[in-house]
């Protein structure tokens, strides 16, 4: 036999590990994979959502919510501000003024026989209704009405928001908040406008809550961040607090905000149900004509349009099989599984310390030195500059997250709250006032957001957390029972600064940062970047791809 080079070797060739392709079988088992990641990815409802021309009706709606939410919350900040002094005269010349009776003792102020000349930059309930010194605790006492008011109407509006949908609990709620503003201008005591408040605030937190939630089921998730930043409370602070200077009482500024929020009134019928929920009802057919018109509006592609039926055919088969088992979702679901407990109760409790702090700060700006309205000017851009710069780094920057601008804002809150703490206890707050200013303000501005959503840099750490978190079945009641928890701490936040010793309640209020920056920090999950899950995880079995990351306690 004559040699043949091709058969020279008894021995196969060995393939080339870095040149020769896998075996057919791997090849087939990656273009699966790929398959299946993209089928995934077509099977979200956030692959079709669109930072395009109806999320910007959305965000124009949302702004005008937000506007007359935010204005009527910070309202008492103004219409309860105290003056700043009391002088008294004297008619005939003779004997000496006093230039503040709040500095007598109060058996003193009894026997006076002068004229009252309060001075104030902001004709409030305190003036029109002569409430000085220690009496204007009484209108104080608004805020823990107004609050319990909020508390209440959150809870309830968030069970309706789920139960009926989210865009006819707005409606409901901005009509009526807005015609009794009207009706609030007009009370002609203190304990009508108590009672008038507690109920116009039951309707205004139902609209704070179903607010968030609409707006965040129509954000596409990489600018959720963003976009929170951005149409947040700190540029509407701004206005609102321009708007009551030039208002300069308390009944022009009531109807001035009703006046700047009507622009929404006709928003409501360029927008549609949120097709989240309308796919959790399993109301399919709605959800997917709304989608349709979503992708009109934004001029997608055919192709767009054929992905997103057929993702919608698939979430109906998902529905079918919910429907199959019976369930009905309610806050109660937030407890069966031992993660998800844990991590709604940190939220809770996380917000409840938030809410103190930051409308304890916020409804005591009047006893800083300086212009209430500067303070609240400086509180509003140092507010706004932290969200802009949170907002771009999280949008550019991958590994900055939730759980790092939370630690970051409520440590430095934290700190601020032992500095005011500090020189209280020293005794030095008369002569260090720029120091006070400075620490209330800094501590307020990295606190404060009040709204599901919440609220800046550590409200809107939280709240993102929170939505991106939460199953869509039980996402509503979720924030409505953390937004409980948050209004909570408004309705007591009044009363802690009612507190004996000037240092206590920025010493307990310190202490309480501290403990939830860690607990945050330790047990809650980063979910930046993750889709909105859609389901709960199964009750035998766990499944992480139907919710979040597990948080990091279990681990712990």
């Known amino acids: ?152 109407g959150a809870l309830f509006w968030g069970f309706f928001a789920d139960a009926k949908g989210r865009r006819l609990a707005l409606i409901i709620c901005f009509t009526v908040t807005m015609f009794l503003s009207i009706v609030n201008a007009a009370v002609t005591s203190l304990l009508m406008f108590n009672i008038v408040r507690t109920i116009h605030a039951f309707f205004n937190g139902g609209a704070l809550i179903v607010y968030g939630v609409y707006k965040m089921e129509h954000l596409p998730r990489k600018h959720r961040f963003l976009i929170s930043s951005l149409i947040a409370w700190s540029p509407n602070y701004i206005l609102i607090t321009i708007l009551a ?74 529905v079918l099989a919910r429907e199959r088992k019976s369930k009905n979702y309610n806050v109660t679901h937030l407890f069966r599984h031992a993660d998800m407990a844990i991590a709604t109760m940190t939220l809770s409790i996380g917000v409840l310390v938030t809410s103190m702090i930051g409308y304890g700060l916020m409804f005591n700006l009047e006893t800083l030195s300086g212009s209430l309205f500067l303070n609240s000017i400086y509180l509003g851009l140092i507010r706004w500059a932290l969200n802009i710069t949170t907002g771009i780094m999280d949008f550019k920057i991958v590994w900055a997250g939730r759980k790092l601008f939370h630690t970051i804002g409520q440590g430095v809150v934290a700190m601020g709250l032992m500095m005011l703490a500090w020189t209280h206890y020293q005794g030095k707050s008369e002569y260090m006032v720029e120091v006070v200013r400075i620490s209330t303000l800094l501590s307020a501005a990295f606190v404060s957001q009040a709204s599901l959503n919440y609220h800046e840099n550590v409200f809107i750490s939280k709240g993102m957390l929170a939505m991106e978190y939460f199953p869509t079945v039980v996402r509503n009641s979720a924030m409505s029972f953390k937004t409980t928890f948050s209004r909570f701490g408004a309705v007591i936040a009044p009363q802690i600064f009612m507190l004996p010793l000037p240092w206590l309640p920025y010493a307990i209020l310190a202490l309480l940062a501290f403990a939830d920056t860690i607990a945050f920090l330790v047990i809650m999950p980063e979910t930046k970047g993750k889709p909105l899950a859609e389901t709960m995880p199964e009750k035998k079995k766990k499944n992480l791809s139907q919710i979040p990351i597990e948080p990091q306690f279990s681990k712990v």
């Not at 005008?64 to 939410?69: E, R």
């Not at 200077?245 to 928003?267: G, M, N, Y």
């Not at 097709?275 to 592609?301: F, T």
Request: charged content about 25%; hydrophobic content about 35%; overall charge negative.
């Open 245 to 318: 200077w030039l208002s300069h009482d308390w009944r022009t500024f009531q109807l001035v905000i009703v006046v700047f929020c009507l622009p929404a009134f006709p928003a409501f019928y360029f927008v549609y149900e949120s097709p989240r929920w309308l796919i959790q009802k399993g109301r399919i057919e709605e959800a997917r004509v709304i989608l349709q018109k979503m992708q009109e509006i934004d001029g997608v592609s055919e192709t767009k349009k054929e992905d997103m039926k057929k993702m919608i055919d698939e979430e109906h088969e998902k």
């Open 1 to 152: 036999m004559g040699d043949n080079p091709s058969s020279s070797s008894s021995l196969p060739l060995l393939p080339d590990p870095i040149h020769e392709p896998p075996p057919a079988y791997e090849v087939d088992r990656i273009d699966d994979d790929k398959k299946e990641i993209k089928e995934e990815e077509k099977k979200n409802v956030d692959s079709f959502l669109r930072l395009s021309w109806y999320c910007a009706r959305i965000l124009f709606l949302s702004e005008f919510i937000l506007f007359g939410s935010a204005g009527n919350m910070v309202y008492l900040v103004y219409a309860g501000a105290a003056p700043k002094s009391v002088p008294c005269y004297y008619d005939d010349g003779l004997t000496p003024n006093i230039t503040d009776i709040c500095k007598m003792s109060k058996e003193e102020r009894l026997n006076l026989n002068c004229t009252l000349d309060p001075q104030y930059e902001f004709y409030s309930l305190n003036v029109q209704f002569q409430y000085f010194c220690e009496e204007t605790s009484k209108v104080k006492a608004t805020v823990s009405f107004q609050m319990a008011g909020v508390l209440f």
